[in-house]
């Protein structure tokens, strides 16, 4: 694993046009897979946003490796940003 989070692509040049209200609408799409033990990784992509691979593993405690930040520090990360 070189990377916890990387970058797979660039995003596409424009969104989508809004609607009347000026409204967009989003939709995202996310494969995880399991790797060794605890470790997993996702592909994010769709909206407006480049495509990235994303690790997560839990701590020793739990059986893994504590090679990536674990689910619930990305939950807590996602509510802080």
Known sequence: MDHIVRKMEEAPPTPGKPDEQGRRTIT????????DRQLKH???SGGSTSPFKVYCDEGVYLGGDDSAPSPLAYFSLGIAF
């Open 42 to 44: 996702a592909v994010i």
């Open 28 to 35: 995202l799409h996310v494969e995880a897979e399991t790797r």
